[in-house]
Each structure stands twice: as C-alpha cells, then as structure tokens.
Nanobody, 120 residues
C-alpha cells in the first residue's frame, strides 16, 4: 500500500492550493484519511482529518479556511486550502488508516510530504 500526494507549491498570501492524495495497493478498506504538516523547527501537527462516515476534524489554525474531502471510489483525499497565510508554510503529509489485504488489520500509513510555501 502506498500514499501518493501532490499539489504543493508556492503561492502568495491570500491565495489557494489544493492537495490531493491517493492510496493504492491491495486495500480492503480505508478508515480515516487526513493531512498533517510540519514547519521547520516545529512538531508535526494535525491539519484536517476525515473519517469513513464523512465526519471531519480540523486544526484550530485552519478552521474556516481549509476544507477536507474524500472520494471513496478513488481511495483519495483532498485538501482545499484558501486564504493561505505565510504561517501555513510547511511540508504537508498525507495520512491514512488502511486495512490492507496483507494484514487484515488497521495500519497507519504516511505519504511522502509535499511542500507548501506561502509568500507574504
């Protein structure tokens, strides 16, 4: 099982970006999917998470600006980021709790990070 993320880049403050992440491999089901971020010198923090029932949770700093969604048919999760601020600059990591064919038990997977840079 792999998570492949894309969509990062450089944007001016106030702009928007959309991150995408898709899971591939021998998957039975996917529970939660989400995004975390890590800025230089800081701990990795939750950005947003979406569960199999569609419920969501957001980090306080992104509420009202970011929207997470998922496409279960594509095993994909998306993060629409609006009104971006310089403090949103970080490496963004896709995360998913997946039940793969190999273990048949939940496994926590991480994708390779994608850089988001917001210039002032």
């Amino acid at each position: 099982v792999q998570l492949q993320a894309c969509g990062g880049g450089l944007v001016q403050a106030g702009g928007s970006l959309r991150l995408s992440c898709a899971a591939s491999g021998s998957i039975i089901s996917i529970n939660a999917m989400g995004w975390y971020r890590q800025a230089p010198g800081k701990q990795r923090e939750l950005v947003a998470r979406i569960f199999s029932d569609g419920s969501t949770v957001y980090g306080d700093s992104v509420k009202g600006r970011f929207t997470i969604s998922r496409d279960n048919a594509k095993n994909a999760v998306y993060l629409q980021m609006n009104s971006l601020k310089p403090e949103d600059t970080a490496v963004y990591y896709c995360n998913a709790v997946i039940i793969p064919q190999t273990t048949r038990t939940p496994v926590n997977y991480w994708g390779e990070g994608t850089q988001v840079t917001v210039s002032s």
